[in-house]
C-alpha cells in the first residue's frame, strides 16, 4: 500500500488491528484493549516496515517495526488528544 503521509499508513495499520479484532470477536459489540495488545499484532506480523518519502532530502526514509510501533503510539494519542478537543 502507498500513502502520502505517515498518518494514513497509521490509520490502516489500526484499521487492520481492528478489523482482526471483529474477526477473533464477532460476538462481541464492544471491545476493548491497550496499546499493548496493537503492539502484540503489530509484532504477529510476518514483514512490518515502511518507506516514507521525505521531500525536505529528496528521498525515502525506512522504518521498521520498532518505529512504526512508536508512530502508531503517537498517532493513537494525538487522535485521542483531537477527539477529546472536539
Not at 502484540?40 to 516514507?52: E, W
Request: charged fraction near 25%; proline fraction near 1%.
Amino acid at each position: 500500500m502507498d500513502y502520502v503521509k505517515i498518518s494514513q499508513a497509521m490509520d490502516r495499520i489500526c484499521a487492520l488491528y481492528e478489523r482482526n479484532l471483529k474477526e477473533l470477536n464477532p460476538a462481541i459489540r464492544e471491545i476493548t484493549n491497550d496499546i499493548s495488545d496493537l503492539y502484540n499484532f503489530i509484532d504477529g506480523l510476518a514483514d512490518m516496515s515502511a518507506l516514507v518519502y521525505d521531500h525536505s532530502i529528496q528521498a525515502y526514509l525506512s522504518y521498521e517495526r520498532q518505529s512504526i510501533k512508536q508512530k502508531t503510539f503517537q498517532h493513537l494519542k494525538n487522535w485521542h488528544h483531537r477527539d477529546n478537543i472536539s
